[in-house]
């Protein structure tokens, strides 16, 4: 796994911490690094240095973490199966009067779908938040009708950027519907009886240093991955680094496996400025911030980041949607003979991946499902 990929790992763990609280999350690592990759470039100074750090680590080379992100906007054919889905939008909202600079639009146009659209945010916010709202409903097909809730756009308000992700995709080796039963989960408020999946396939594993990994291959490329400790999630969380992450998932092979999960449906919701501010990205909520790669006449400055996440898993596949805005204020204004069983019935994590880059899409905690 190359240096690229490891950052992106552990950019997902260090904002995984910092949003997911004790019960369920979910985000979208891949939407949030691509709205502040681009609200990198779009800054200069220490508001640019601060989010690089954050998804580059040391290298400071947010580029090699765009080029991760716009490979894993393709997949792969699908072949037999059903045909994948997956819809990526970057748009930069302005108010039609800001000035904007044309090196940061060309930097945009090489993202996925990378575009510019007008917004009446002082003459009409509440117009505004519609747009920017039915815009990213249609990119996550009414998943997330409204991103943006009411106040969230401002009569200072002159700029947003964007990002909305939708994804669908079916299992390779389906589970049979006629094969899911209740059976025990141990949530940490106690057992609860929930739908469990069954299915017995050759599927990726692996066992070391406290976890179980089990891979489900989907259609375009995609795969889910169960993280299962061995005891308490609570207990093994806090050592899961992106090393042991990386090992884990690079120590995966095919056995025969006789798995059993639950169904998964997650939508959660997120303001990351605490979380932002919590991991060293600063500056671009304060007026110290420079945003003269977006705009040179106007100074602004991030007044917060908004993010929702949805995540479904069942019987025939997985479907999932994010979006993430960045909102600018002006100041001015080896295979045994016999199956391993998998029993996924306590708290365990999940992600879901672009298999040719190792992007994640989705980075999810379940504990009571």
């Known amino acids: 796994m190359g240096k690229p990929e490891l950052d992106h790992l552990r950019f997902c763990l260090a904002l995984h911490r910092a949003v997911a609280g004790e019960g369920d999350s979910c985000f979208s690592p891949y939407s949030v690094a691509s709205a502040l990759g681009l609200t990198s470039q779009a800054s200069r100074g220490a508001a640019s240095d601060e989010l690089v750090r954050l998804l580059a680590a040391e290298d400071a080379d947010v580029a090699k973490q765009a080029e991760l992100l716009r490979a894993a906007a393709a997949l792969s054919e699908s072949g037999r199966h059903e045909a994948p889905v997956l819809a990526v939008a970057n748009t930069l909202w302005t108010a039609e009067e800001l000035p904007l600079n044309q090196d940061f639009l060309g930097e945009l146009a090489a993202w996925p779908n990378g575009a510019v659209k007008p917004a009446p945010f002082a003459a009409d916010p509440e117009a505004a938040r519609r747009a920017i709202n039915a815009d990213v409903a249609r990119t996550t097909r009414d998943l997330i009708p409204e991103l943006l809730s009411p106040g969230a756009v401002k009569q200072d308000t002159v700029a947003s950027l964007v990002n ?195 992007v994640v899409y989705f980075f999810a905690r379940v504990v009571e499902p």
């Open 164 to 358: 909305a992700l939708y994804l669908k995709v079916a299992w390779v080796h389906r589970f049979r519907d006629e094969r899911t039963e209740d059976g025990d989960f141990h949530s940490p408020s106690g057992i609860r009886r929930v739908p469990m999946m069954h299915q017995a396939e050759s599927l990726g594993h692996a066992a070391r240093d406290g976890w179980q990994l089990v891979e489900l291959p989907a259609a375009g490329g995609v795969q889910a991955t169960i993280l299962l400790p061995d005891g308490d999630l609570s207990a093994h969380e806090p050592g899961l680094d992106e090393h042991l992450l990386a090992k884990l998932l690079s120590a995966k092979k095919n056995r025969q496996v006789r798995l059993a999960m639950p169904k998964v449906s997650l939508d959660m919701r997120a303001e990351l400025k605490p979380a932002l501010g919590g991991l060293g990205v600063r500056t671009m909520f304060s007026p110290r911030a420079d945003f003269s790669p977006l705009t040179p006449d106007e100074r602004v400055f991030v007044d917060d980041v908004l993010h929702q996440s949805v995540l479904r898993l069942d019987e025939q596949g997985l479907e999932g949607a994010a979006a993430t805005a960045v909102m600018f204020r002006t100041l001015s204004m080896v295979t045994p003979a016999d199956p391993l069983d998998v029993v996924v019935d306590r708290p365990f994590l999940l992600l879901v991946r672009h298999a040719g880059t190792g």
